[in-house]
């Protein structure tokens, strides 16, 4: 019987139900976080958890309980993610003549690096791809991922600054093996008397 008691006077909790949440829960997907995940992070890094998922509902583009062609032969769930967030010092003039090396400024965000896993898209010749929209804090962008079938859209609260798009300064935007890899740096301000 459920709750009976065992050794010791404590009772036995019962066998937690399977949860769906709504992440892609397959072996491929998980096998591609796992590799990302033992590649660590660097010094300068730290992860972006689900903490800053934006959740899509009726503002966002897609309706909440939508329905697919495709939902009765594959389940629609959001792509699996691991997201870096790439942290440093920022030596302006001001910094200089304030702070130094045995006290440092506070760290801010240099950039991001995204790691989107769709390891089984239905279409695979459809390229997934991001696009920017805007938020209600000037400050804050969201970026937004689109796959196709059988993912959902995923989107991530980042800050609003200008990128640079140079490959020599980091920027790489690909998609190989069913896993789409964005990373960028923010440009810096040069600071001229």
Request: charged share 30%.
């Amino acid at each position: 019987e459920e709750g009976e008691e065992g050794e010791g006077g404590r009772r036995e909790a019962p066998a937690p139900e399977p949860v769906d949440t709504g992440y892609d829960d397959s072996a491929a997907a998980l096998a591609l976080v796992s590799s990302e995940r033992s590649k660590g992070l660097a010094a300068d890094e730290s992860t972006l958890d689900k903490h800053a998922e934006v959740a899509l509902g009726e503002g966002g583009g897609e309706v909440v309980g939508k329905t697919y062609w495709w939902q009765d032969k594959y389940r629609p769930r959001k792509p699996r993610y691991f997201n870096r967030v790439k942290t440093g010092w920022d030596w302006n003039m001001y910094n200089r003549t304030h702070y130094d090396h045995d006290n440092p400024p506070p760290k801010t965000v240099q950039g991001y690096k995204f790691n989107v896993f769709y390891p089984d898209l239905i279409d695979k010749t459809q390229t997934p791809s991001f696009f920017l929209e805007r938020c209600d804090n000037p400050d804050f962008t969201i970026i937004r991922f689109h796959a196709g079938p059988p993912y959902e859209d995923v989107a991530f609260k980042i800050l609003n600054k200008e990128w640079e798009k140079s490959h020599k300064r980091g920027f790489k935007c690909l998609f190989e093996r069913g896993i789409l890899s964005l990373y960028f740096n923010f440009k810096r301000a040069r600071y001229r008397r």
